[in-house]
């Protein structure tokens, strides 16, 4: 039986209780406020539901995260980022990229980042530990990226795309950036075939929650600046 969470005190059931199928689920019920949000993402916990449903948290086992050292720029790739005239930004605008994620979710198949979820990740954004990557072409924002930060630890909610890669742009540079300033993990949380194209890969929980203890408190790469790396080396290119 799925585990009921209340709204206080802020208590989540062990992780080895997360159910096998759906893989990961671990609770219902909680809260969206900073202090649950906060508890989750320390414990290797996110939150993931459709408008119809309660606050589900989950867990999956394996985990797919993102090396930074390990992004994978093809040459498709590369080219795009010489030649595209994209412009890529830090915390810019956090409330234009969550939007545009649900919007983009909405038109193919319904959204989780329902208005409650864009609230509460407002707030964390207006706390410091929730941020975007925003990529713009001739002053329109194109695509992009956000989630939670923890020490060296990103935790990847969503991207968008309104051009071709643009969402990848982004997590290049989130990638380049984090390994410039000391590296660390980036959660990718769920499996996708777009994410593995990157470069992310699937690892066992208890070794994601290993490295999540690792780097959680460490100190942040820091989110107040413009992304000026240059993202136009070829990784594993074919």
Request: hydrophobic fraction near 40%; charge should be negative.
């Amino acid at each position: 039986m799925l585990p009921w969470l209340l709204s206080h005190p802020v208590i989540f059931p062990p992780l080895e209780t997360a159910l096998d199928e759906p893989d990961g689920l671990l609770a219902a019920g909680g809260a969206l406020t900073p202090d649950w949000l906060l508890a989750a993402y320390r414990r290797g916990i996110f939150p993931w539901y459709s408008e119809d449903q309660p606050i589900l948290w989950w867990s999956p086992d394996p985990r797919l995260v993102l090396f930074p050292n390990e992004i994978r720029v093809r040459r498709s790739l590369a080219k795009r980022l010489r030649n595209a005239g994209f412009q890529t930004t830090f915390d810019r605008d956090f409330n234009a990229v969550i939007e545009a994620c649900a919007s983009s979710r909405a038109d193919a198949e319904g959204t989780w980042i329902t208005r409650p979820m864009q609230q509460a990740y407002g707030q964390l954004h207006k706390m410091g530990h929730a941020h975007s990557v925003e990529v713009w072409r001739n002053r329109r924002l194109v695509g992009g990226l956000y989630g939670v930060a923890l020490g060296r630890m990103f935790f990847g909610e969503s991207m968008f795309s309104l051009e071709s890669d643009a969402s990848k742009v982004a997590l290049v540079h989130l990638a380049r950036h984090m390994q410039a300033t000391g590296g660390g993990l980036i959660d990718c949380q769920m499996h996708t075939p777009h994410l593995v194209s990157l470069g992310a890969r699937d690892i066992a929980r208890s070794d994601f929650i290993d490295y999540l203890e690792t780097y959680v408190d460490q100190p942040s790469p820091g989110w107040d600046m413009d992304a000026t790396l240059p993202a136009t080396r070829e990784d594993n290119p074919t």
